[in-house]
């Protein structure tokens, strides 16, 4: 599935810029998926901080890539969440442990008529909302 796949991809980014763990978090949480900005600083021409390297990785995994953008998956959120031992999460240490959550509405041939939804539901007319969760330490 691609949003396994793209989560999966995003956490092998994640452990090769271990520093950049806080921002990733920060960018997910920030991230407007149906706009899809360029980043100021483009990291595959120029050199990084582990900062601009996060920014430019979100950007590049949900918006550059060659399966239309975010955009094309219904319902799409993602959440980086970071368990310090020393009970600080709001900056990752490179030892915390970290917890990706995808969510995204599935589709499939079977009818939505009757399908009860609320007006902000985010899957309205889909058959299921669906979630990948996986923790890992960097």
């Not at 271990?18 to 978090?25: D, E, I, L, Q």
């Not at 998926?33 to 595959?44: G, M, V």
């Not at 368990?83 to 599935?106: E, I, K, R």
Request: glycine share 6%; with cysteine.
């Amino acid at each position: 599935d691609q949003v396994v796949w793209l989560s999966q991809s995003l956490i092998d980014r994640i452990r090769v810029n271990k520093p950049g763990a806080t921002t990733y978090a920060s960018e997910l949480t920030d991230f407007d998926f149906a706009d899809c900005s360029t980043p100021a600083t483009l990291c595959d021409t120029t050199t990084c901080s582990e900062t601009e390297m996060a920014t430019y990785d979100v950007w590049d995994m949900y918006c550059r890539n060659s399966f239309q953008g975010a955009s094309a998956i219904s319902g799409l959120s993602v959440n980086l969440e970071c368990f310090d031992s020393d009970g600080d999460d709001t900056v990752c240490a490179p030892s915390a442990d970290l917890m990706l959550t995808t969510n995204w509405c599935a589709r499939g041939a079977e009818s939505t008529e009757g399908l009860a939804s609320s007006a902000d539901d985010a899957c309205e007319n889909t058959i299921a909302e669906m979630e990948y969760r996986v923790g890992f330490r960097p």
